[in-house]
């Protein structure tokens, strides 16, 4: 089945710095989505992109489709303390396969020092 | 108003026993969704319906049966729990199958002891 590969895993910064997380998968992705999930809550959608190469911004948040339609990314710059959660990469696969279905990152768990 | 609700929050209980979640949204969308979210926080699909209908069933054990009601309502029973059982679930509905912008429920977090 579809995979994505999310890293890195956890980050510990300091308020103010800029971050930046990453995901790749083994087959085109015809759609790329980043959530933000907040203790004891669901994911919540913040960038959804549709187009190789697109570029979306939400704020301080920055997000990028890859040319390959293998990857993603997303920036958080002059981070706050309520950035802090967890960051999920999702996607939709090419294919009927992917029908119904969204494939999730493994996560990134972003602290942010005051 | 909470746009998809799950109830329980919490769910204890010991292995064996059987237990229910239950799911509502008050979007008007056609597809809902049940995710399990382990340990390490990995979200995987268990089951999908779209106008009451399954169209997808992931390799769950088939102590996991779903039930959508209508198309506002996914249910989640689980026989014989297990130790393994323990996560957290999510539910999530879309306006369709192929929508990309899932609401997601606040979730359930089940301990089997």
């Known amino acids: 089945g579809q995979q994505l590969n999310q890293s890195p895993q956890s980050m510990f910064i300091q308020e103010g710095e800029d971050v930046s997380m990453n995901c790749t998968s083994s087959s085109i992705f015809n759609t790329w989505l980043w959530y933000k999930q907040d203790p004891g809550e669901g994911p919540v959608l913040l960038i959804a992109?549709?187009?190789?190469?697109e570029l979306t911004s939400n704020g301080r948040l920055t997000a990028q489709f890859g040319i390959t339609r293998k990857d993603s990314f997303l920036n958080i710059s002059a981070s706050i303390p309520s950035d802090v959660g967890i960051y999920f990469c999702a996607g939709r696969g090419a294919g009927g396969t992917s029908y119904g279905k969204l494939t999730f990152g493994q996560g990134t768990i972003l602290t942010v020092h005051p | 108003d909470t746009a998809v609700s799950q109830t329980p929050k919490y769910l204890v209980t010991q292995m064996g026993n059987d237990k229910s979640i239950k799911c509502e949204q008050n979007l008007g969308h056609d597809t809902m969704y049940w995710y399990k979210q382990d340990s390490k926080k990995f979200l995987k699909i268990m089951f999908s319906y779209n106008n009451k209908e399954l169209i997808i069933n992931e390799t769950v054990p088939n102590r996991f049966s779903p039930k959508s009601p209508d198309k506002a309502h996914l249910n989640l029973h689980i026989n014989s729990l297990e130790l393994g059982d323990s996560a957290v679930y999510f539910c999530?509905?879309?306006?369709?199958?192929?929508?990309?912008?899932?609401?997601f429920g606040s979730g359930t977090r089940l301990t089997v002891v």
């Open positions: 999530a509905s879309s306006q369709d199958p192929m929508s990309y912008g899932y609401t």
């Open positions: 992109l549709y187009k190789a190469g």
